[in-house]
């Protein structure tokens, strides 16, 4: 699963290790053909060699036992010459041998299938120094390197087999019988066996490939189905169906954006059910969640294309209307509210119950220019529509104003107490942020107004955990890299509801900046040094220091020394030393110093400065 902004539909990751292996297993099978083609051709011309140089050896002693006793290679007689070259002939006859010569030690032919030959001295190569030297000598090589130069061929001779067979008394080399065999029919035989381990090896390459391909196909498509169903899980709300909270609020962030760089239509409806609670309470939470899933199936038969549906409260759903389902919207949820009126629920043998809606409705950009303007508002009208008891439908005024910074504040309030819901460590952690944060700026000697900034930054940095999938934000080991990557998003959502709203860029800089590493080495934008804005520096310091000292599901919390320790290792890597010394100085000697656990002022419970001062 992955993604590069929350809000965007997320995607399932191609199986590439799969694509990878049944690559590799192809190049092996590829690799292993090739090299058994090699083994088996080098194999079987090794063997057919030393077959014909067997044979040849055998003929040479029929030769010496019937031609050469007695024969004196230093005074030969004629009719021994002659004797010879009949005995060459017919070895020539015979068909395979291109060519015989018997030579003395020093190159002198004595005797040759071509007369022309006889009495001159032939040159010595390396073969036929080897077998004056006593070892027999074999090779395969173009006629014309041979040692055949000047040698009458038949024309179909291109390339031959030579030996060189010595013939010795004692130690002594007295004669050396050259033969040159063509060397056509056996490379054809050997060309010939190579193209027929080719083929039957590629042949079971095939079938494996294609066994190998539909098992890989196989596995894939079941990792793919399993893929979408956990991402479907993640943003699907288990009970109706809908996208769940983080997910419509997603949603909603990407339609803003995207609004603001392309102008276009975009309205929200919130939708609540009248007395929840009591219902909740009365008859239990089963018959809640009946009545919950009776709306959201209303929804659903009434949805018009281009509104999309998530359930955004434990009792509400939010709609998000773009292009030309802008126009409808109002009418749609006036026709909901109107088939739930015709609706009653019956509990137990009990009175039957009426189930009805209220509804609010805003629109982009004329009741807010922000996810968290338009939230605030369509929740303020849903007040006026339940109030007198709900049932009704009431669209924002068009003189609706956006707020001033600090009611832009308690929305974000109202999103942590929803984080409160979802994470508990979230809301806790925020607010140890911003009590941390506010201390160090305390001690650098900043002014009223920017300490109040870090005191909201700190309570907002991580806003946009509100987006994480329940099963990665509280999941109880380490993540993955796909799952780290959906985590790295949260300030990626949380600078797209705190974004365009009055007064709030240094906020907004702490939101989005806050895991840059003065090394330059963090996310999103792999700013370094002071290229990060100062609060979100502050905000790094402030968290880290909160992280290590709180109980997490795949962790204890560290105590306060071994954290602080640990700060000291991360300063001028990931924290700037100004302000790690600043931290780690004040939260030994200052008398006020925030502790975990415990709010500014109170005594701590977990340890106490070693170093205070008056």
């Not at 999938?469 to 998003?489: N, S």
């Not at 002022?601 to 070693?610: I, Q, V």
Request: charged share 25%; with cysteine.
């Amino acid at each position: 699963m992955t993604g590069t902004v929350f809000g965007s539909e997320a995607r399932v990751r191609r199986p590439a290790v799969l694509i990878v292996v049944f690559g590799v297993l192809l190049v092996l099978v590829g690799v292993t053909a090739t090299a058994q083609a090699v083994m088996v051709s080098t194999y079987a011309s090794t063997s057919t060699v030393a077959s014909i140089v067997d044979g040849d050896v055998g003929t040479i002693r029929s030769l010496v036992a019937d031609r050469l006793d007695g024969f004196d290679p230093a005074n030969p007689d004629a009719t021994s010459l002659t004797d010879l070259d009949a005995a060459l002939a017919a070895l020539l006859a015979k068909g395979g041998l291109a060519h015989v010569e018997l030579r003395s030690p020093d190159g002198t032919v004595l005797a040759a299938s071509d007369p022309s030959l006889v009495g001159r001295t032939r040159p010595a190569d390396a073969g036929f120094a080897a077998a004056v030297a006593g070892e027999p000598w074999v090779g395969i090589d173009d006629a014309a390197r041979a040692g055949l130069a000047g040698v009458s061929l038949p024309p179909a001779v291109t390339s031959v087999i030579t030996e060189h067979l010595p013939l010795r008394q004692g130690a002594t080399t007295r004669l050396v019988v050259s033969l040159w065999r063509d060397a056509a029919p056996m490379l054809a035989r050997l060309d010939d066996l190579r193209r027929d381990v080719v083929l039957v090896t590629l042949t079971a390459a095939i079938v494996a490939g294609g066994v190998l391909f539909a098992v890989f196909r196989s596995a894939q498509r079941r990792i793919s189905r399993q893929t979408e169903a956990l991402v479907s899980a993640n943003r699907l709300d288990a009970l109706t169906g809908t996208l769940n909270h983080g997910a419509i609020v997603a949603h909603l962030a990407r339609e803003v954006e995207q609004a603001l760089t392309v102008p276009a239509p975009l309205e929200v409806a919130l939708l609540d059910i009248d007395n929840f609670r009591s219902l909740n309470d009365t008859h239990d939470h089963r018959a809640g969640d009946d009545v919950l899933l009776l709306v959201a199936d209303t929804i659903r038969e009434h949805l018009p294309d281009g509104v999309t549906l998530g359930r955004y409260g434990p009792d509400e759903f939010l709609l998000v209307a773009t292009g030309p389902a802008v126009a409808v919207l109002e009418a749609t949820v006036e026709r909901v509210t109107h088939a739930l009126r015709g609706v009653a629920v019956e509990f137990d043998g009990g009175e039957r119950l009426p189930v009805t809606v209220s509804g609010a409705l805003c629109r982009f950009p004329d009741h807010g220019h922000s996810v968290t303007d338009l939230l605030a508002t369509v929740a303020s009208t849903l007040q006026e529509a339940k109030a007198g008891g709900g049932d009704r439908v009431v669209v924002a005024d068009d003189e609706v104003q956006e707020g001033p910074a600090l009611n832009s504040f308690d929305v974000f309030q109202g999103l942590i107490l929803a984080i409160d819901g979802k994470d508990r460590y979230t809301k806790r952690h925020s607010e140890d942020v911003a009590r941390y944060g506010e201390f160090l700026g305390r001690r650098l000697g900043l002014d009223d107004d920017t300490l109040r900034t870090l005191r909201v930054a700190g309570l907002l940095h991580d806003v946009g955990k509100i987006g994480i999938p329940d099963a990665v934000l509280r999941k109880a080991g380490r993540l993955t890299a796909d799952e780290f990557e959906v985590v790295k998003q949260h300030v990626v959502l949380g600078d797209l509801i705190v974004r365009d709203l009055p007064d709030l860029d240094a906020v907004r800089a702490g939101v989005r900046h806050h895991h840059e590493r003065w090394d330059g080495a963090g996310y999103l934008h792999g700013l370094a040094g002071e290229e990060i804005p100062e609060i979100a520096r502050i905000l790094a310091v402030a968290d880290a220091f909160s992280a290590m000292t709180t109980t997490r599901p795949y962790r204890k919390a560290l105590d306060v020394r071994e954290a602080l320790l640990r700060m000291t290792d991360a300063a001028d890597t990931q924290l700037e030393s100004r302000l790690v010394e600043a931290f780690i100085r004040g939260i030994e000697t200052a008398p006020d110093a925030p502790l975990p656990g415990n709010d500014v002022g109170k005594s701590p419970a977990l340890w106490t400065p070693g170093r205070q001062v008056a």
